[in-house]
Nanobody, 121 residues
Framework: VQLQASGGGLVQAGGSLRLSCAVSASFSSLNTMGWYRQVSGTERELVAS??????????NYADSVKGRFTISRDNAKNTVNLQMSSLTPEDTAVYYC?????????????WGQGTQVTVSS
């Protein structure tokens, strides 16, 4: 599975950015899709995730981004997106998309290459 993230950049505090991650696998083979972020010297942390359901997805957000970030999936484009609003300098990090695939009884986790988000004060 290949993941291609895009949409990072430099934005002023209070601004917005939209990240997108193109996923090469069919969504039907995936358990979860998500976005993580990492600041140099710290552990990678979960920002938001979608657990795919047959009837309804379950969405989870880190407390620090609730009410400001929105994760979504586009089935037509095979992308998982992260709309980020009211950005603060504390949101500055490299953002990684992630999928968890269950295929033929084997579970695998895949990461995108990361995209830098920098929020200036």
């Amino acid at each position: 599975v290949q993941l291609q993230a895009s949409g990072g950049g430099l934005v002023q505090a209070g601004g917005s950015l939209r990240l997108s991650c193109a996923v090469s696998a069919s969504f039907s083979s995936l358990n979860t899709m998500g976005w993580y972020r990492q600041v140099s010297g710290t552990e990678r942390e979960l920002v938001a995730s979608i657990t795919l359901g047959s009837r309804k997805d379950t969405i989870n957000y880190a407390d620090s981004v609730k009410g400001r970030f929105t994760i979504s999936r586009d089935n037509a484009k095979n992308t998982v997106n992260l709309q980020m609003s009211s950005l603060t300098p504390e949101d500055t990090a490299v953002y990684y998309c992630n999928v968890d695939q269950l295929y033929l009884g084997s579970r695998s986790i895949y990461w995108g290459q990361g995209t830098q988000v920098t929020v200036s004060s």
